[in-house]
């Protein structure tokens, strides 16, 4: 018998080895040959040793990674002896072991009767996974099969306990052991989208709770596989860390140009897998609550309303996207195959609200969204700096994107940073995670710069060549003229884009290698980024740039000597004064509207489509929303009402312009001109538009308590926390005739109204006023004076700054 066994093993492990060396023998067939020739030799071997043990009642099973048939070269091999009594089981146990250790094969191996199999399932949760998965390979059918069906049923009728833990055991592998996609030496099993993910969603899948999408899952899984079978066999142990000097080897076996070329297709593949993950802890949640919330209407005998119906609530978010059951949607009436703007819509109503983007919207916006023109309509152009000014929430609704190919469909040059690796240890993200990352930072410093538009775009932008041969500032300077065109940016906004990705190095280099206190290293800076507003913005870029690459690359000492060469720089630069908005000429419709708003002491308003200009004279021939004039006899807290009405139609408010004429020389009025969009739906009409402005002028319409209502009916989601707001005085040289207050914060409804109350109640006059919108970034001016029609003196101009501030947060 002994000879007999040893012929056997020698058969086994020669013709394994040939499996193993055999050329053009790879991936799934490999694995599944191997998993044969393990079964056959393991088979044969348990059945002898039964039989000279004299055991009766017995069963061998393969669970984890060999009950899947997926055997790599050196993994382990996970086994179960099952028995029905004690009887010579410890014969035939050691019959069977002692032969595989004897090969030198990795063993895991337990001998159990089929209650403590169960027993031990109940208890530990990684013993009950491997079960899920077990593969009957000799002995008494009926035993593998009873058990296997037990775990099953047990699995399905806990899911909802256990479930939950698994995913908090997949939370605190990932946070152990980090995201496979960006580590330079990732855990092709324990890394966040590894396959030990992988086996969990079988695992969700199992239970009949929920189901992982399955597009490239397999495939991604697979590339997984093929790559630790080859760094198996590359560094002849079972290890499942890629480690850098074993890289090139393994690319070679797999065929492919280099490390870097390995390393993308595995963040690729890891990328799948950890947005199925996501995607598929969600909908497990989802069930769950849902399973919790039935009884409990019952119980409390609610009525049955739509939600007890089967029917979901649906709160609107923008123009096409709701929410639903914790995820952004399309809404019924969407249209993508007609709005080629709705997926960057959604993407941005999602990431302000804090919201996923639905699976099922994502695809079907894949599927029919139609093409945007190039240049890009100013809408869309907005919405992507939305997006990018969420903060965190970016982040997943971006990779939502990503998984299902719009974003290079968006901005194809996007394609080259895709899971590219940075082979410096500074950087902890691939190239273009780390430009989304930088993003992420530049949306806290959007309250810093007058154009918080251009610092995020920037910030997504600024290594976009580094998928490029060459210094990538320099090839990112050509690839961002182009992608900031593209989207629908004018001459001289492409212009400073390009000026700060290919400087984007510019400050930190300067700041940390040159001597600050020679008079030639401040004015080579200052030469090169050209003005003030250019420096804040890089200046911001920066930060945000070093905080992005990781701990090494930002400190209180490099903060510190930035700081120091930014104010150097500053005071060598020459400040340009905001243009006043009196300055303006009236066209001829103002004027009409002025003159008939003097003459009849009444409200006076008019309608029309919206063309935004283009930079340096240019026409840009584009619809953006309406434009709304309106002109009235001028009066204190005229920007509070006419804004509050606007809040109550709940139209958006893009810009805005308000000055006091006086036509006729019977007292001023005051023309106030908005360009503003519909939230969701169709404009109000202008009879209503012009009633509620002269109902709110002359004090009878209560928009405090309106919109309260409205509120209280329609409460908003709270979506994401911005940064807080900013109101500071500009320097005394912008202008020589008011103060100028600068408000900068995100974007709200009502924000406007609010701001205007708040001035009211500083007993301060508004003069004329530009407003703004940059994405979710109100950047705005008031020209204000005091009773006496001047400007205000300086402690009483910063304390009006200060109680605004105040209000607004």
């Known amino acids: 018998m002994t000879d007999s066994v040893e012929a056997q093993d020698s058969s086994y492990a020669a013709a394994r080895l040939r499996l193993l060396n055999e050329e053009g023998q790879s991936g799934p067939p490999r694995r599944a040959a191997l998993a044969a020739l393990t079964d056959q030799w393991l088979a044969s071997l348990a059945t002898g040793a039964a039989q000279a043990a004299g055991t009766k009642g017995w069963a061998l099973l393969a669970v984890g990674g060999y009950g899947r048939g997926e055997l790599s070269p050196r993994s382990d091999l996970d086994l179960v002896l099952l028995h029905d009594s004690e009887k010579s089981v410890a014969q035939l146990a050691d019959r069977l072991w002692y032969p595989v250790w004897d090969l030198g094969l990795a063993l895991d191996h337990s001998v159990r009767t089929p209650a403590e199999a169960m027993k031990t399932a109940t208890e530990d949760l990684k013993v009950q996974l491997g079960l899920l998965d077990a593969r009957h390979l000799a002995g008494d059918p009926a035993l593998s099969s009873g058990l296997r069906s037990a775990v099953l049923a047990d699995w399905r009728n806990q899911a909802a306990k256990r479930l939950p833990a698994l995913h908090e055991m997949c939370l605190e592998r990932a946070e152990r052991q980090g995201e496979l996609s960006y580590l330079l030496e990732p855990d092709l099993k324990e890394s966040r989208g590894g396959l030990r993910d992988v086996t969990a969603l079988r695992a969700v899948a199992a239970s009949w709770l929920a189901d992982a999408p399955r597009e490239g899952l397999t495939e991604a899984k697979t590339r997984l596989l093929d790559a630790r079978d080859a760094l198996h066999l590359a560094t002849g142990r079972a290890t499942d860390r890629l480690a850098l000097q074993e890289q090139d080897q393994v690319a070679a076996a797999l065929g492919l140009l280099d490390a870097d070329t390995l390393l993308r297709e595995v963040y690729?593949?890891?990328?799948?897998?950890?947005?199925?993950?996501?995607?598929?802890?969600?909908?497990?949640?989802?069930?769950?609550?849902?399973?919790?919330?039935?009884?409990?209407?019952?119980?409390?005998?609610?009525?049955?309303?739509?939600?007890?119906?089967?029917?979901?609530?649906?709160?609107?978010?923008?123009?096409?996207?709701?929410?639903?059951?914790?995820?952004?949607?399309?809404?019924?009436?969407?249209?993508?195959?007609?709005?080629?703007?709705?997926?960057?819509?959604?993407?941005?109503?999602?990431?302000?609200?804090?919201?996923?983007?639905?699976?099922?919207?994502?695809?079907?916006?894949?599927?029919?969204?139609?093409?945007?023109?190039?240049?890009?309509?100013?809408?869309?152009?907005?919405?992507?700096?939305?997006?990018?000014?969420?903060?965190?929430?970016?982040?997943?609704?971006?990779?939502?994107?990503?998984?299902?190919?719009?974003?290079?469909?968006?901005?194809?040059?996007?394609?080259?940073?895709?899971?590219?690796?940075?082979?410096?240890?500074?950087?902890?993200?691939?190239?273009?995670?780390?430009?989304?990352?930088?993003?992420?930072?530049?949306?806290?410093?959007?309250?810093?710069?007058?154009?918080?538009?251009?610092?995020?775009?920037?910030?997504?932008?600024?290594?976009?060549?580094?998928?490029?041969?060459?210094?990538?500032?320099?090839?990112?300077?050509?690839?961002?003229?182009?992608?900031?065109?593209?989207?629908?940016?004018?001459?001289?906004?492409?212009?400073?884009?390009?000026?700060?990705?290919?400087?984007?190095?510019?400050?930190?280099?300067?700041?940390?290698?040159?001597?600050?206190?020679?008079?030639?290293?401040?004015?080579?800076?200052?030469?090169?980024?050209?003005?003030?507003?250019?420096l804040e913005l890089l200046a911001a870029l920066t930060e945000a740039d070093a905080l992005a690459t990781g701990p090494a690359a930002w400190s209180t000492w490099r903060a510190s000597l930035l700081a120091d060469l930014v104010d150097r720089v500053a005071g060598a630069l020459d400040s340009g004064a905001l243009p006043e908005a009196a300055e303006r000429e009236s066209t001829a419709e103002e004027e009409r509207l002025v003159v008939e708003a003097a003459r009849t002491g009444?409200?006076?308003?008019?309608?029309?489509?919206?063309?935004?200009?283009?930079?340096?004279?240019?026409?840009?021939?584009?619809?953006?929303?309406?434009?709304?004039?309106?002109?009235?006899?001028?009066?204190?807290?005229?920007?509070?009402?006419?804004?509050?009405?606007?809040?109550?139609?709940?139209?958006?408010?893009?810009?805005?312009?308000?000055?006091?004429?006086?036509?006729?020389?019977?007292?001023?009025?005051?023309?106030?001109?908005?360009?503003?969009?519909?939230?969701?739906?169709?404009?109000?009409?202008?009879?209503?538009?012009?009633?509620?402005?002269?109902?709110?002028?002359?004090?009878?319409?209560?928009?405090?308590?309106?919109?309260?209502?409205?509120?209280?009916?329609?409460?908003?989601?709270?979506?994401?926390?911005?940064?807080?707001?900013?109101?500071?005085v500009a320097p005394g040289h912008t202008s020589h005739t008011a103060t100028v207050l600068e408000v900068r914060a995100h974007d709200a409804p009502g924000l406007l109204h609010r701001i205007g109350l708040a001035l009211t109640a500083t007993a301060v006059t508004v003069r004329s006023a530009r407003i703004s919108t940059l994405g979710a970034n109100a950047v705005d001016a008031f020209y204000v004076v005091g009773k006496d029609g001047s400007p205000l003196p300086d402690a009483r101009a910063a304390e009006v700054a200060r109680q605004v501030e105040s209000a607004l947060r």
């Open 602 to 728: 009444g409200v006076v308003l008019a309608l029309r489509a919206h063309t935004e200009p283009e930079a340096e004279g240019e026409e840009r021939n584009e619809a953006l929303g309406v434009e709304l004039l309106v002109a009235v006899p001028d009066r204190p807290g005229l920007l509070a009402q006419a804004a509050g009405v606007l809040a109550l139609h709940r139209l958006t408010v893009r810009a805005a312009d308000l000055r006091a004429v006086d036509p006729i020389g019977e007292g001023p009025v005051a023309l106030l001109s908005w360009r503003v969009s519909a939230e969701y739906g169709a404009l109000p009409e202008a009879a209503r538009l012009r009633a509620d402005l002269g109902r709110a002028f002359d004090g009878t319409l209560d928009i405090e308590s309106r919109l309260a209502e409205r509120e209280a009916a329609y409460p908003r989601r709270r979506g994401i926390t911005p940064p807080p707001p900013r109101v500071t």
């Open 268 to 534: 690729e593949a890891a990328r799948r897998i950890a947005y199925a993950g996501d995607v598929t802890w969600r909908e497990v949640g989802r069930v769950l609550r849902s399973r919790e919330q039935r009884p409990r209407r019952r119980l409390l005998g609610r009525s049955r309303g739509a939600a007890d119906a089967g029917t979901p609530e649906r709160v609107p978010l923008a123009d096409g996207v709701v929410e639903q059951e914790g995820e952004a949607v399309l809404a019924l009436a969407a249209k993508p195959d007609r709005d080629p703007v709705l997926p960057l819509r959604a993407a941005a109503a999602a990431a302000q609200a804090g919201l996923p983007l639905s699976l099922h919207a994502v695809r079907r916006l894949a599927a029919a969204a139609k093409p945007l023109p190039v240049p890009w309509p100013a809408e869309a152009r907005e919405q992507l700096v939305t997006l990018l000014g969420a903060g965190e929430s970016t982040v997943p609704v971006w990779e939502a994107l990503e998984a299902e190919g719009l974003v290079t469909r968006l901005i194809p040059d996007w394609e080259r940073v895709r899971c590219r690796p940075q082979r410096n240890a500074v950087h902890r993200f691939t190239v273009d995670r780390h430009l989304v990352e930088t993003a992420v930072m530049a949306a806290g410093f959007t309250r810093r710069v007058g154009r918080p538009d251009l610092l995020l775009t920037a910030a997504l932008l600024h290594d976009i060549g580094k998928g490029w041969p060459g210094d990538h500032s320099e090839a990112g300077e050509v690839i961002a003229r182009d992608v900031a065109a593209r989207i629908g940016f004018g001459r001289a906004d492409v212009e400073t884009l390009a000026l700060l990705v290919r400087h984007h190095l510019l400050l930190i280099d300067t700041a940390t290698r040159r001597d600050l206190d020679d008079p030639e290293t401040v004015r080579t800076v200052a030469e090169t980024v050209r003005d003030t507003s250019t």
